[in-house]
């Protein structure tokens, strides 16, 4: 049965060293004109918050998971999985921000398990409105670069764990050099 074509982002899954997988609040700055969906990947902000991130970026903090903040329209307080454009609101954003955290996230081309230790960088920083998730997915092309993650395996998820063809679910974590709790300079 060939895999789905259906990226959701970077999706948390276990912790490596058996640790408890849990968030970190950080700022949104107000009026931040870019939206930011739940499995997307945010970096570091010299002025202590976060933005979603860009390929190559190496300032990575972690992966969104939604935010709390009071809605500028109604003032009611209000949870969302996504960061809407431009909401002129101060907000706490949840991050898995853990650099020991494995992620689950889809191959845009044939992921195998001869893959397993290289680097990928991830690609797409869109998502879906309407849930909140995000369609990032680990760029197979970036393969042995040294990119923003490290392939350790492939998903046991049935849907998505046939190797050698399109879509394959791999299991990944942030490579050490692009993880900002892991780097030795300053943001």
């Not at 640790?19 to 570091?44: L, M, N, W």
């Not at 046939?162 to 942030?174: Q, S």
Request: charge should be negative; glycine fraction near 10%.
């Amino acid at each position: 049965m060939a895999n789905k074509d259906a990226a959701f982002g970077f999706k948390p899954v276990r912790h490596l060293t058996g640790g408890q997988v849990r968030t970190e609040e950080y700022k949104i700055a107000s009026g931040y004109a870019e939206d930011i969906f739940t499995g997307s990947i945010v970096h570091a902000l010299a002025a202590g918050g976060i933005e979603a991130a860009a390929v190559g970026d190496v300032q990575n903090v972690g992966v969104f998971a939604g935010c709390f903040y009071d809605d500028p329209t109604t003032s009611k307080p209000t949870y969302s999985a996504l960061w809407p454009t431009g909401t002129a609101a101060d907000a706490v954003a949840y991050v898995y921000a853990d650099p020991f955290i494995v992620y689950e996230a889809q191959h845009d081309g044939t992921g195998t398990s001869a893959m397993n230790f290289s680097g990928f960088d991830f690609i797409g920083v869109a998502g879906n409105a309407k849930t909140g998730t995000s369609t990032s997915e680990l760029d197979t092309t970036s393969s042995g670069t040294s990119g923003n993650f490290k392939q350790i395996g492939i998903s046991k998820d049935p849907d998505n764990s046939d190797e050698a063809t399109d879509n394959a679910n791999a299991y990944v974590v942030f490579n050490a050099d692009e993880h900002v709790y892991n780097l030795t300079t300053a943001i």
